[in-house]
Structure formats: structure tokens, C-alpha cells
């Protein structure tokens, strides 16, 4: 949950339970089907939980908000997936159906549906985990009544029609989590610090700067990522990277020389964070510029003010219709895309993307 | 929650406890209210606890499903108001503010608004009442994080703008436990049921039957309710009255002798319930006439299949902006009502009134 | 829960509920065992979930509170199993093996033990759903891991060593459950209150008295309650009965001529409770009399006198080694009675049977 | 909570969320004991308020895991003390009257039993908090409940008598949370590791070896602690340190070249755990020399063998008579010390200190 835990205290929870849960969840869906009589084969049954164990497994700490500042340009979906080739040498091939059922190569397609979909099971798992660490209540779904609807039609997963105010439920707690929680303006800010802390170590390292800190943290700072991170030394020490890294190091750069890095450090860890503003439309260039110069003025340093003002947006679809197309059958058995549904084409207006602006700058 | 209970089983909560309930939340209400400065005389607390312990006394049995059946053309909120005069006339006077704040004559309209609104102390808590007994979570509202967002500007109720997440849940709460819960078809034909029964002996009643039952029951079904209910012994009838007469009667009336009556009786009491159909536009007169002659030919008896077969519609409306308009507060203080405001304009589509109708016949 | 509800005001579930929860529990209970390598026919599922859906269905309304003046003599297990044979009866022996279960002659004696123990389902569910409605935490046991350690050994039912700390929290949940809530002094004031009004109506009756009220409570306490209940036709008015039955002829009696049952009556509908004193002694003979004389004179009636001044006594027993037995296995597969087992012989003393005795008058 | 998260995977949270707790029991505490007429001062309600936020400051990370292995001989009472009066001389004496209800020299001495005594605040956050996130339902004691029990009579913290079951349930509670959770056998296995790779480091710096790692834990490892940590700069090292320089060193040692410290660091990152066993009376000597010798054998090494095997006892006091009495008072205002109360002299005896003994080895 990136850093809200700086806005809800008991937001401790982390990947490793997540996962656990995922599998507990395919555990359940795969009761349920075959009691309604799908047919799936031990093996099946055993390549979904892997898969569902597995799929964020190439998380970094701090999961989405670091991501791009420390291996740019790759996709967290590529790594789990690099991860996952690798355990299936060590273990001779027994996740081969697992990564299958991963990359959607899997004729079957509704155990793909499970892993990645509009309802599946990774959501069911993280909405009620974050609802019930964070308090939100806003978030807590009822997971083990939409699984107990979900159904195979044609080696696609449907939902009976019953679930639907369930589903209706499952898309608006969604939407409310991502802009009362995943979003929270607190919780971004603090991320954005974080982000803003990684990009300045990488930079003064590019400059030639020597830096404390986890040679694990360093050495990814260092170097370019590449698509081929799975060829070079990188992915172990990404492997190796986990939170204690990252504030342990940040916690070294206090005492750094360079100002702004330490400066930042200094600020996320005494939470002494930068102001943040919200709007609906962008920010304009010349609000940015006249900010960056009265901070510069502030700061005698026209560099920090470059730095220590800056802008950027966050957009929340709760629901897509392009590319992963949550199916309802109606009692006749006929099935149709949600968003065609009667019931829900006015809900899907509602919950289209929206996108909001930010601006930060120092506290006055 | 009228025969709700025949679909959810743990539903057998009653009015005193909702009385008691929403008492309780107006002395969090005032509490919070007092912290923010709200100036509150203890006369005007007072008033607003005794207004909502006794704002529901003029239910009868089974809530607003016999409302109409019982006292045929009155309404609750007379029935509320009226004994309010008769308790107030008994004490003296004590219950005076009350009334007024009741009957909204109260120059202080947020002490109106705090029972009768958009998002009131009332709706606050059988929403959160009724989703614990019956265990469907969609109704499970933050109560206590919307009270204390809730203030008092130019003696009018608004809500600051950092409640717009929990507004927008409890919108959406409201719209699916009524179509969840209270318009459950299961516990809507029982309702309906049970009012054929109650119209079926007041008509027996006038045509000068003998029936057993309970003696205050069956005093109000003889009598065409009039507007001036106070002036008669009827009222005392209707006091006097509770669930344990109707069933009682209904018990009885199994072993009567008129087919319909003992039938529907019977029928309730053992659960053997008609059929219900629900769509969402009306039933074609022809259709309707076409099953009564069939159910008519069932039952040889055209004046079964006359009362057998039956159509209606319910209706929901989440938000209404007519009547009770819900305020918002931003930031800056300015105060807009919540139709109005732009996160808000594409929810009030997606909940605006939504009619559904329903046909019912015996099962096949 | 009797008249629980007087003191707890959520505490309005009944019986039905209950039945439907011992079968869910015990449709857990044999998917665990199954799981764990206990053989279990088809037939003897369904025996089992039939013996836990009908175990209770001997009880009259208000459960234990009011047996015995309903059918002096008989006890509501007897009912219960008389009921169930009416019921093979009509099923052409299809609950066989459920009543062999019932009584404890089928050979396999794990599945009475789970219907009748120390710690069966039936436990497992009231104190659960009692602790859930009266809002008692006190009583929130864990059923799913106390089921989830159940084992079959030799056709006993034992709990796995792992399951002790759950099974010392079930006992001390039980032993507080009753004394703060099922001997609870106002629940208790109002189910003697109770017990006398319906002692009194039988006396009524009895003198030749004509009374109001329901025909089926009035054919039951005209009558003398024998053993061969089912030869008579008393059993039909027995099930027929319900709370409506019972609270409906309480109401009429309000208005009946003899001044105790219509006291008695009035006091109980209006929640115009008796006092009561509780203490760890019996209460001597000379203060009863004086009491009786004193409330004689108050009343200007003996008769009323010694009616309303009465004591008594209750005992709770949270565990009793003489029945049935409690059995425990160790990691090395020994099965000892928990009685016995080092960790619990403290316990065993602390929780063994408590009396209280009590004493009611009318308040002063 | 040292390492239950090694058991429990959702018992992430932390001492600062529990500061809060306290903090806000407090709030809520003062808030009962004014209702009920106690006069408290601004003053006294802030300074409990702060003696709350600040009672445990003094715990470092894995709080009493590892307290001896970092400060050997020094208490964490007395490091938040220290702490305090640090804070309380930066904020020129604001704390002053905190420090006198933390040490118990404020005359007023139910302000310290608030805060530490047998039900006192902090436990009361603690079990609540801890039972939520382990999920062990046995430690969910009902805190609101007890706060409102609290009365002060002469300045002393006494329960009203009607809160007996409710501290029946709290003291066993407490009990069934230290065996299950708190001593659970994996917890305390890898607590022992974590404090034998402290030890092993330490003797290590001792010697004169170089170690990476973090900073402060290298220069509390390589100091002796004095009772006058205030003088040195041990204390600022203690207060930077947090659970990820802990974790980050341990992950660095897994490369060092001492074979102990090496390996045993691997196997607390890799939860390849030690085996434990536990029993009621202690371990024979001959046993534990027996065992050693062997794993000497199995790595060749007889040093390792000394290291492998070792043992140890844990005790669990639930109720302390001779320190802090619980003072209970009765209906007619007598007060007495509970565990001289008829009701809980047989609890008493059922909860005296219990001892574990264990051992633990390599697994085979």
C-alpha cells in the first residue's frame, strides 16, 4: 500500500499475506465451481493457486509508488512473470501451467479471468484486506458471496444475475477506495517525497557521487535498467531489495552532503511533508514557474525551487469495458457484458475515469 | 421491517429499539454539534431526543406494510403527531418543542432536519440497524464518521466537504438495501399476502360476518378510518394493537370458513407463497385477465382467480432534490446543494427513482 | 432466550434460526471430519444435519422459561423426540437413524456426542448467536476452530490437543454467558412474572373460571399434562402454540376480573417488574413470612401477600464430569478426559456448579 | 509484538499506533470519570494524556525481545523516563507532571494506576489491538465496558462490583493471549534467534572483528550499556535505531564470514527456524550435554553444538496480588481487593503464575 500507512496507522499489512489470500480465495472459487459441477483437473487447480501465489511476486517494496523510480521502464507484471520462468527451471517445469494460465496462453481463459479481470480474485482480496487495515469501511466488499456467484459458461467466468447488486457494490467500493485511500492526497504526497528522495540518489550517483546506504538499493540506483533485466546481476539485487533497504538508506542520507537529498530524507522521515493541492484541470505552466521561483527565492538555490515544486495527475477507471469484459447471465442463461446491462449502463457513467491534478510545494 | 424477516431470519428487530437507537444518535449529534459551538439550549436538546424517540410511534404492526390496511387513508406522521398531543396534553406540555421541531414549526430548521432528511438521524440508523440483522453488508454506513462531519451554518444542516466519500456510500447503501432488502421480492409478496388477507376480512366484516381474532383488530377493520381518529375509540384500538394480535387473528382465521380467507391464511403462516414476477414495465391488462380466468378455472371459482392473481408496482428514490435538500460545505465555506456539485451530478443520475412492477398468482 | 429481550433489547432470535444454524454447523463439522479421514455414509449425514434441524423442536414459546407450566412434568427432550416420531411417521422412516442419533442408541457414538457434549453444536451456536444479539462479547466464542479440531477416534469425538486454549475460552464464555446473561436478574424477575401469571390462569381454570385468550394455551393449562401426551389431542394445541398465543392472551388478561392475573398481567406488558434479590444463601423461612405479612397488608389481601413475595434458586453448571465426558487427545494420540489433564484441573475447580438464590417482592 | 508476525502474518502494527490507543482510552477514561464527578484539572487530564502517549518510548524495535541483547541490564522503563525528561527539559518542564504520574510520585494515585496496575489503560489498548490483528478472538476483551466501570474513591482506582464478569473475562484473556499468542512456540523460537545473532554479533565486535550493518546497531553492539546511558552518546544511537537497521544488518550478515552468525542470520531471513519444546519442569542438564555433543558431531564443530542447543523458561503471571491490587467496590460502597472477593478466590488460584520450560536444536 505504498506509504498510507502515513494516513492510516494500522496499514501495515504486505505482500506476503496478499498473496496468501489470493491462494485462499482460489481455493474457495475452485470448491465453488466444481460443487456447480465445471469440471477442472488437479493439475488446473494446483497451476491457479501457484499463479494467484505468484502474480505480484515481482512487487517491489513500496509496491506501485517506487516501481518506475527503480527499474524504469519495466512493468512489475514482466518481472513476476521473469520470476516465475525462473522458479520453473529450479523446480523442472512444475509452474509451466501456472505461467500459462499467468500470460493468458491458457486455452481455458476463465482461469485467467480469476487472476486478471474486472472482478477477480486478486481485487476481492486487496479491497477487504485494505478496508479492514485501514478502517475504511467504505472498501469492505463481500467476497465469499461473489465468488459463490461466479460461474463457467463456455470456459468463460460469468456472474449470476443475483450478484448484481453485489458486483454494483464490488465497482463503487472499488471507486470509493481509490479516492478515500489509494489516492488520498496525504498518502501521495508522501509517495511522491519518496520518489522524488530515489530520482535525487540516482542522479548525484550518475554524477559520480559516493553514497551510504544498501548496496542493493545502490547498485539498482546505478545502473540503467533494461528490458533484459533477467540477463545481468539486477534482478538479484532487486530480489534482494526489500523495505528495511529503503529506510535504512534513507535514513543514512540524512547526513548526506548533496542538500536536497538530504533535506527530503529528512523530511519524509519526520514526516515533515510537502503541501499538496488537488484539482479537476491541469495546473497551468505559469502557476509552476512563478511557484518554482518564490521557492528558489526561499531556498537562495534556484535548483531546490526547480525541485521542490512540482505537478503530475492520478487517474482512477473503475471500470473498463475494452479490455476485460465482466459477463452477468440472466436466468434464461443468456449472457451479456455488464456494460451493456440495463441495470448498469447508468453506473457505468458514474464511475467512468476520472482524473485529478496535483501541485506540490514546501509548506509555508 | 414488515415480513422481511421470511427472507432474512436474524430481521426480527423492532421499532422500540430503532427508538431507541436514533435517541441515541441525537445525543452524539448534539454532542458533536456543541463541540463545534453550535449553540444549543439543554431545552432544545431535550426536545430533539424526545422528537426521535417518539418520531416512529404512529407505526402500527408491520410498519408501513398494513399501514394502508388498517387505517386506510391516514398516515403515519398524523398517527406520530397525534399521540404526541395526547402524551404532551398528559404531561403537561413537556413534549411542546418537540412537536414543533416534529411538525418542522421549530424557526431552527437543523433540529427538523437532524429527523427528517436526505441523510437523517432516522435513516442513519435503521440503515445500519437493518444491515446488521439481516446480514447484508451493502447497508453496513459509517454513522458515526458522518454525524461528526455534520454542521449547523445560518441555522441550516450541512455537511463539510471531506464527508462527500461517506455521503456517497450511504446514497448508494440506501438505493441497494431497498432493493436488496426492503423490496426483496420474497418479503414483498408476504407483505402483500398478508394486507389480501386484511382487506378480504374487512370485506367479510361488511357484509357482516362473524370472525374470530383479536377484539382490537378486528374493531379497526369494521371501521372506516376517518381523519379524526383521535375524536373516536379507535385510536386506543390501534394503540392497543401489536404483532402478536395479527398473528393470533391470522392463526384463527385458518380454521374460517370463507375459502379465500382460511387460504391466504393458511398460506401465510405455512409459507406457501404465491409467485412473484418483477419487471421493469407494467403488466399488460390483458395478460392479467387471461390468468385470472385461468387461475379462476383452477380453483372453479372465478372470484379466486379475481383475488389470486394481482399486479402493483414499488418504487425506490435514493435522492430526491425536491423536497430536503442535502447541503455541502466547502473549504471556503460556500454551501451548495449536493445535486449541484460536480462530483456529485453524474451519482444523482445513476439514483434517481426507479419503478419496478410486479405480477403475483399462486404457484404453479 | 425466554425474556431475554427485556434486558437486551436485540435479543428477539428464536428457535427457527438456532435449528438452521446446528445444521449449518453440522454440515461443517462432518466436511471436516470427512476431510480428516473419518468415514461417514451419506445416510449418516443427513441423519446427523436431521437430528440437529429437529433436536430442539419440542421446545414451547419462551423456550425453558415457561415449560413446566405448559406441560408440568414433561420434559421438552421427550417432546422433541415424540415430535420427531410423528414426523418418521409421515416420512415412511426416513428420520430412523436421526432419532437412533437422538437417543444415543446408534452404535457410532460421535454423532450424539456432537449433538449432546460438553461442547457439541448445539453450544457452539447459541452462545455465538446469543453473544451476536444481546451485544455480550462476552460469549464470542470461536465455533469454526473449535470444529476444525475435532477428531473421531474409536467412534468417540475428541478435540486435538491445539484446541485447549479454545476450549478453556468455551467453557469460561459459557459459565459468563450465564450469569450475565441467561440468569441475568431482570431476564429472571420477568420469566417468574411470566410463570406466575400462566400458574395463576391454571388455577383460574381449574376453579371453574371462564377465561379469554388463546383457545390452544387455554386447552393446555385446563388440562393435566401426562405422560402419554401424544395419545391425546393436547400434543396438536402443544405445536400449535406459538409467542403470539401466549403475549395475546397476557393482553386480554389485563382486563380479566381476578386482581392477581390481571396485576400480574398488566405488570408484565407494562415492564412494571418486580424486585429481586440474589445471594449465595437460601433465604430463611421467618423473612419470606414476614414479608408475605407485610405485602398481605399493603395489598389489604393474604392472598396477595403470599403471591407476590416468592424465592427460589438457580444453578449453573459450566462443565460436569459425570455425563459426558470431555475427551482430549496429545500429540502422541493419548486420549484423556479434560478433567483429568494437568492444564485444566484449576479450571475444572473454578467452573464447577455455582446456586443462587432469589428472592422477588413488589418494589416498595 | 517481537516476531508473532512470524506466526501471524496480519501483526504488523507497532508501538506508535499503540501510543495513540492509549492516548485515546485515556481521552476516554477522563471523559467516565468527570461524568461521574471526579474533579480533574486541565492540567492532570493532560499530563495522563502525555504519561500515556509517552509510557512506552522507551522500547526499542522488537520491543522486549530483544531489550537485553541491545541494552544489556537496563530496563525500558527507565530509557522512557530518561527519554522523557530529555523531552520534558526541551519543552521546559511541560512534562513535569507526567514524569511525577509515570514515576508515582503524584500524590493522586489513581493517575498511575491508569496507567500501569492490573486492568490499566495500556493492556487495555494492547489485548484489544493485539487480539484484532493476530485474529485470536480469545484476547478481544470489552475495553468501553471496563472504562465505564471505573470509579475513583479517595483517590484511588476501584471497579464498580457489576464489573466482575467483565473482569473475569479480562484476566483470562490476558491469560489465554500470553500462552497462545504472546509465548506461542514459533514466536519465541525466532525471538531466541534474533537475540543469539545479537549476541553472536556482540562477541564478535568484542573480539575485535569487523561487521557491516547499521551504525547505531554496531555502536550499541560494541558498547557495554551503562545505567548512565543518558551521559553517553549510546542513547542517541539507541533512539535512531528502528527495525530496519535490525533487519538490514541481519540480511548483510548472511554474508559475513563467521559460520554462526552467518547461518543463523540465513535462517531467520529464510524462517528456517529452530525446533522447540516445551514442558512444565526444566530440562536435565546430562540432556542438554548429550544434545550439544551431538549437533558438535552433525557440523563438526563443537563450538556450534554449544550454540545449537539451548533452553530457557517463560512465566505468566496473570494476576499479581502483591503490586498493583484490582480494588473492587461493591453496591453498598465497600471496597475490597478482588482477589480477596468470594467470586474470584477460586479464579485466583486457576491463574497463578504458570512456568515453560524449553529447548531448542537444529531440526533433524
Redesign the interface.
Known sequence: MGLSVYVF??A???R??HA?GCMHLAQKALASLCEKGVAISTEESEALQIALLFHDIGHGPFSHAIEKALLPGIAHEQISEGLMREINNEFDGALEMALSIFNNSYPRKFFHQLLVGQVDLDRLDYLKRDSF?TGA??G???SSRLISMMQVVDDQLVFEQKAS??L??FL?ARR?MY??VYLHKTSLVSELLLVKILDRARLLLSEGKLLDG?KHLLTLLSSAASKDLFTTHLWQNFV?L????V??SI?QWQQQEDFILKDLSRRLIQRDLFQIQMQ?SDFKAQELAALKKQWGAVYQDSKVGEAYVFSGSVTNQTYSSDKHKLLLMDGAGNIIPIHQH?SFT??M??T?AQTQYYLCTPKN
Open positions: 496507522p494500522g501495515h499489512h504486505n506476503f499475506e496468501l487495515y469501511q467504505e469492505n466488499i463481500n447488486y453485489s454494483e457494490k463503487l470509493l479516492w478515500q544498501s534482494a526489500d523495505d528495511a533497504d529506510w535504512y535514513k479537476n440495463e447508468a453506473l457513467k458514474y467512468k
